[in-house]
């Protein structure tokens, strides 16, 4: 039996329940999750996602990388039964010597495809960073990706923090990577990100692998101390590439780490991530099976895979 989900904001609320065997389904395009002798944890009427909404899809030029495309990001999705995803600009240094405005190349990209939301990149090496920022939104991005280790930068220095008071000021989500990366961990010190709220308590972030292998603990820190804040907190945790030990062991997180992470942190707090296209389909499937092993509540699974970053988007 098929169940079609109608949307209902950025949760649905009505139940869908197998008259005949008694169970309840949600269907997440991809897979569907039976949820028998399961009422202890969910009750009668667990919340639904309406589809899979995905952060953390970096895309490319066909000139810069083939297999890092809008299309080819498409294909992934409909292959993986995403509904929507989130995609990055590149980076500056991506784009060095070709002419091409990172962020102008992506709103146009993004134009005429509505599945598809954008998170603008900053050149912070220039001196206009706030224009930069500004400017981004006005494109209509929704967000900015951030990358201290790749981009060279310190998290707490003062061209961040113009970054930052930018990006408050516009109401911007940011992305940031943390974890290790070939760089200075002094300037993406994990404990550092607490620092940051305390200077821009409206800012809202994540925090990319959670930290990764190796500062876990800290990223979870930064969370928990934060979720006082108006609103039930201000940083989240992404879900990406850390769902296997194949692809990139220093970003992994057991299911214990997952565990506790929605234990301490909430599945509010938590945001499926692709990091399209350094993982394909087969990546993909494996963290959304991942997922589905942990054995969640389906209001938890909701979140998780799309309802939290509705939610922070405004959408």
């Not at 998170?119 to 939104?137: E, H, K, L, N, W």
Request: charged letters at 20%; aromatic letters at 10%.
């Amino acid at each position: 039996m098929q169940w079609t989900l109608r949307p209902r904001g950025w949760l649905a609320n009505e139940p869908a329940v197998n008259a005949d065997e008694g169970k309840e389904y949600v269907h997440f395009s991809l897979f569907e999750l039976e949820l028998a002798d399961r009422e202890d944890k969910i009750g009668k009427r667990p919340e639904m996602v309406e589809s899979i909404f995905a952060n953390h899809a970096h895309v490319f030029p066909a000139s810069v990388r083939g297999d890092g495309t809008v299309d080819e990001l498409l294909r992934l999705m409909d292959a993986c039964g995403i509904g929507q995803a989130v995609c990055f600009a590149p980076f500056a240094y991506n784009l060095e010597g070709r002419g091409i405005d990172a962020n102008q190349w992506l709103a146009g990209e993004l134009a005429n495809r509505p599945r598809l939301y954008g998170f603008g990149t900053i050149d912070v090496s220039r001196a206009d960073i706030g224009q930069q920022v500004r400017a981004a939104r006005e494109m209509g991005m929704r967000g900015l990706k951030l990358h201290p280790a790749a981009q060279a930068f310190d998290i707490l220095g003062p061209e961040a923090f113009t970054l930052y008071a930018a990006a408050q000021e516009q109401g911007l989500f940011l992305s940031f990577h943390t974890g290790i990366h070939n760089h200075r961990l002094k300037h993406n010190a994990v404990a550092g990100y607490d620092e940051i709220t305390w200077h821009f308590p409206r800012l809202r972030f994540s925090l990319e692998h959670v930290g990764g292998y190796h500062f876990f603990p800290e990223a979870l820190a930064v969370i928990g101390n934060n979720l006082h804040r108006e609103g039930g907190g201000t940083v989240y945790a992404g879900l990406t590439s850390v769902f296997t030990q194949v692809t990139n062991r220093a970003w992994y997180l057991s299911p214990d780490r997952l565990g506790e992470l929605l234990a301490q942190a909430g599945s509010q707090h938590c945001i499926f991530g692709l990091d399209f296209p350094w993982n394909g389909a087969g990546e993909t499937k494996t963290a959304l099976a991942a997922l589905r092993e942990l054995n969640l509540p389906v209001a938890d699974l909701a979140h998780i895979l799309g309802g939290t970053l509705r939610h922070v988007l405004g959408l």
